[in-house]
């Protein structure tokens, strides 16, 4: 299986990069993570212009990585689901998408033609640590689906 995990974001080093590497390490005897990071031209200019436009931008951004997969996006007022729920999203795919979209969120319409729109929780984080909170989930997800006793 492959997981993309395709976020709106500076490429720059971080403090969380050790973590994100350990947790793609972990999920490796499961599936083959590919981190995307996008802050192209177009997406820094938008942010000067307007919540409305940077959605755009985002979109256009995201829209070459939409072809193929089933397509997850991140979102606040996705649905809550627990890892039992979030284990199902991954099992039988053989490939596998999430969108993390930038500071503005993601357009209606981007959201609407995604196989499914989650949210990690009520309480708002930076996309660094929605990354390293996805990255777990997903290694709990395929525990759960091998029952491996790291789940419990």
Same mark, same amino acid.
């Given at each position: ?18 973590? =994100? %590497?350990?947790?793609?390490?972990? !999920? $490796?005897?499961?599936? &083959?993570?590919?981190? *995307?990071?996008? @802050? ?24 070459? =990585? %939409?072809?193929?997969?089933?397509? !997850? $996006?991140?979102?606040? &007022?996705?649905?809550? *689901?627990?890892? @039992? ?68």
């Amino acid at each position: 299986m492959n997981i993309d995990i395709i976020s709106i974001a500076k490429k720059e080093r971080s403090t969380y990069n050790p973590l =994100y %590497k350990e947790l793609t390490k972990m !999920i $490796s005897r499961f599936a &083959k993570v590919q981190d *995307i990071e996008i @802050f192209s031209k177009d997406v820094a200019k938008s942010h000067t212009i307007s919540p409305s436009a940077s959605k755009q931008a985002y979109t256009k951004a995201f829209e070459p =990585y %939409k072809s193929k997969g089933f397509c !997850i $996006s991140l979102h606040p &007022k996705g649905k809550l *689901i627990d890892s @039992f729920e979030f284990s199902k999203l991954l099992n039988d795919k053989m490939s596998i998408k999430f969108f993390i979209g930038g500071a503005y969120g993601l357009e209606e319409d981007f959201l609407k033609n995604s196989n499914a729109v989650i949210s990690l929780g009520n309480i708002t984080m930076s996309h660094k640590i929605a990354k390293a909170v996805l990255l777990e989930q997903i290694y709990r997800g395929f525990s759960i689906l091998s029952n491996h006793p790291y789940h419990k």
